[in-house]
């Protein structure tokens, strides 16, 4: 649905975009991820057709943005982080003046309530927005991005000041939207990310460094594969036994953690699951499993590694352990 390549910005010696290169596929919900200044609303800007590129194509839908701008920016629903609000309108007065600047041929009325129903501003929608919250306005601009039903969505920053209800109501909308809408999504609140999206972007310094699941971007910085599993039972034999699982390359215990209760760190051969055969294991011997996770990096920790250090180093350790993955 959108493939950006080899698109590059410069303000003059400043290069705010070096040269990346992605597709989001249809109907997939895209998390951009990126420290202040790496270059995700340039990106953003450039596929709305909102900024010219210095180099590069970008296609939604197959029209390029630069010989069809018209027919895409039809394809895209853009909500910015600061959404672009007249606060002397009404609710009802701007959504009927986007609806018409849009150019949307729905059913005027039916579509607009079903929109306000979706992102719940019903009860504002007589109100002036320069009134309403700062949540409040947020949903708004997110009903003008909704307008005309378009399949692609590009959000910056959605849930800015949102309380925590309203938030996890965002992310549940986002998800079933993804259900009928290609989205980007960008944010820096990255439980929101996790929750919602298939697959993760990473920029820094307008290069493009990640590309991937979560789980893959984990492993691709971390070679480890290890289980922490919390097992009620005698410590000595539950280390012995744990060692003489096929696929076990090594287990260290951490102690006691409750009484009668050990910790155990059990690293896998290669790329094995264990969290069955530990199962089977533990239910054979009567062992009660009160605990079991995976030591992979963090979201979080996958960011900071990602972003902390020179990108172009980073890009190069991530080609090198990645092995077939996606990389800039």
């Not at 938030?167 to 290609?182: A, Q, V």
């Not at 298939?198 to 310094?205: D, L």
């Amino acid at each position: 649905m959108i493939e950006v390549k080899n698109l590059s910005k410069r303000y003059g010696q400043n290069i705010a975009l070096d040269n990346i290169s992605f597709t989001v596929e249809e109907g997939t919900v895209v998390g951009f991820l990126g420290p202040n200044g790496a270059g995700k609303s340039t990106t953003m800007n450039i596929i709305t057709g909102y900024l010219s590129a210095s180099s590069g194509v970008v296609t939604v839908g197959g029209y390029n943005t630069l010989d069809n701008p018209n027919e895409v920016k039809r394809l895209i629903g853009y909500m910015p982080e600061m959404p672009p609000l007249y606060p002397d309108m009404t609710v009802r007065e701007y959504l009927n003046f986007m609806y018409d600047l849009k150019k949307v041929t729905l059913p005027r009325q039916k579509h607009i309530n079903e929109i306000c129903a979706l992102v719940r501003i019903g009860n504002v929608y007589d109100r002036l927005i320069g009134n309403l919250s700062k949540g409040y306005k947020q949903r708004v601009g997110l009903a003008q991005a909704l307008l005309g039903n378009p399949p692609v969505l590009i959000l910056d920053e959605p849930t800015v000041g949102l309380d925590p209800k309203q938030i996890i109501e965002m992310r549940n909308l986002i998800h079933n939207l993804g259900k009928k809408h290609t989205i980007i999504l960008s944010s820096h609140i990255l439980p929101e990310i996790q929750a919602v999206c298939e697959r993760i972007i990473v920029v820094n310094q307008g290069a493009l460094v990640a590309d991937g699941t979560q789980e893959e971007l984990a492993h691709s910085l971390s070679s480890e594969n290890k289980l922490l599993v919390r097992l009620a039972g005698p410590e000595a034999e539950i280390r012995s036994a744990l060692k003489t699982m096929k696929s076990v390359a090594g287990v260290e215990s951490h102690g006691e953690k409750e009484t009668g209760v050990y910790e155990f760190a059990v690293e896998a051969k290669g790329a094995a699951d264990l969290r069955r055969d530990l199962f089977h294991l533990a239910a054979k011997r009567d062992w009660p499993i009160l605990s079991l996770r995976s030591t992979d990096l963090s979201l979080e920790e996958v960011f900071l590694r990602l972003t902390s250090a020179d990108y172009r180093k980073g890009r190069a350790a991530l080609k090198e352990a990645m092995k077939g993955g996606k990389t800039a």
